[in-house]
């Protein structure tokens, strides 16, 4: 789990109190947002709505759900669609594009880390019992 450190919220928060006033940011911000909504559990027609998230920015349950975040909650297709999402950049380009969105593109690319790491163990141990099952039958 993605644990975050209190200096670490803190930046994020500073983060997020500049990206809400951007009323049409870099597609980068608003992609990496998008997928740091997906991972935690918001439904995908609000991770796209840009006038979303900036009120998402505002509150501050966006920085609970990501202390709280468990990678055995995020459904399937919105994991295939972070990934999707995230693939497009790395660290270097976000630092080019926006300074201010390098914090939550860290945290989603470790976050979806574990999430790929617990979805191909819990797809292991599937396959596992499939193949027990199917020589227990025999």
Known sequence: MSVLTKDEMELIREDLECIKTLPNPPK????????????LGYPP???RNWIFM???CNRGPLLKKMQEFQCEDVELASAKRARTLLSSYNRETIIKISVAIVNLFNWAESTMSEVDNYLNTRMELNKARKSSNNRNNN
């Open 28 to 39: 980068a911000i608003q992609v990496t947002l998008e997928a740091v909504a997906l991972l």
């Open 54 to 56: 900036r009120q998402l």
């Open 45 to 47: 027609r609000q991770a």
